[in-house]
Nanobody, 119 residues
């Protein structure tokens, strides 16, 4: 069993900053990519940022230049630093971790952490 525990969400004014974290624990095998997705009410879940096992990062156009994803492999933790937040960033943020299980690449999801940005 693998558990992903997220923390760091909250309420912030527009222009402010937040950092969310996601720590993986349990039967950790070879961790591949780690990423963050978000889902606003009435909308589909969308990719925010992803970081590969080698540190290559990819960002959604809407957050590039404002958000930074990073990971600590020793702690099996992924972070998302969010700066210059906008009301449209309001959503539940979910971490995603891909792990190799023999020849299968498995997806694990966190429970979500709410980020609310007031105007």
């Amino acid at each position: 069993q693998v558990q992903l525990v997220e923390s760091g969400g909250g309420l912030v004014q527009a222009g402010g900053s937040l950092r969310v974290s996601c720590a993986a624990s349990g039967s950790i095998s070879a961790v591949n990519a780690m990423g963050w997705y978000r889902q606003a009410p009435g909308k589909q879940r969308e990719l925010v940022a992803v970081i590969s096992s080698t540190g290559t990062t990819t960002y959604a156009d809407s957050v590039r230049g404002r958000f930074t994803i990073s990971r600590d492999n020793a702690k099996n933790t992924v972070y998302l630093q969010m700066n210059n937040l906008k009301p449209e960033d309001t959503a539940s943020y979910y971490c995603n971790v891909k792990m190799w299980d023999q020849l299968r690449l498995l997806d694990y999801w966190g429970q979500g952490t709410q980020v609310t940005v007031s105007a």
